[in-house]
C-alpha cells in the first residue's frame, strides 16, 4: 500500500516537472519600467510653464501661469495667476488645461500660451489658495 502514495506522488511531480518544461517562459520586458521614455516633440518642461504670460486672441496679457497641477500622471489644471499689478494685488485661480493653447514659436524660440477669455472672466472664477497639503 506504500507504494501507490508514493507513485501518485512521484507521478504528480513528473508532471509537473513536464509540463513546467513545456510551458513557454513569460515574455520578459527588454528593458526594467520606467528607464526610458521618448519626449513627443509638442511636449513642455513644466520649468517652461512657469511664469508664462496667458494671453487672449487680442493679444492681452489676461494671466500668468504659475503651476501646473497633475493628478494620476496627468495635467488636470493650471494655476493662473490673474488681477493686480506687478504681483501687487494678483490672485490665482485653477483652469481646465483644454481651456488654455501651448504653442511654441520656433522663430522667437519662446513658448506661448493662448486662452479664449477676458480678463474679467477669469476674475470671476473662485480664487484657489494654497493651503494645507499644497502649502511650499
Known sequence: MRGLPLALI????LT???????????AQP????GTSVQIPQDAIMSDQLDDLD???AANEKIGEIEDAVISQGRIVGYVISVGGFLGVG?????????????SYNTNDKRWAAVM????EQLQ????????D????
Do not use: H
Open 90 to 102: 494678483d490672485r490665482n485661480i485653477v483652469v481646465d488645461p483644454s481651456a488654455v493653447t501651448l
Open 133 to 136: 497639503r499644497w502649502k511650499d
Open 54 to 56: 496667458v494671453r487672449n
Open 16 to 26: 509537473g516537472f513536464a509540463n513546467a518544461q513545456t510551458t513557454p517562459p513569460a
Open 116 to 119: 479664449a477669455a477676458t480678463k
Open 124 to 131: 470671476a472664477i473662485p480664487e484657489f489658495k494654497y493651503e
Open 30 to 33: 527588454t528593458s526594467p519600467a
Open 10 to 13: 512521484v507521478t504528480a511531480a
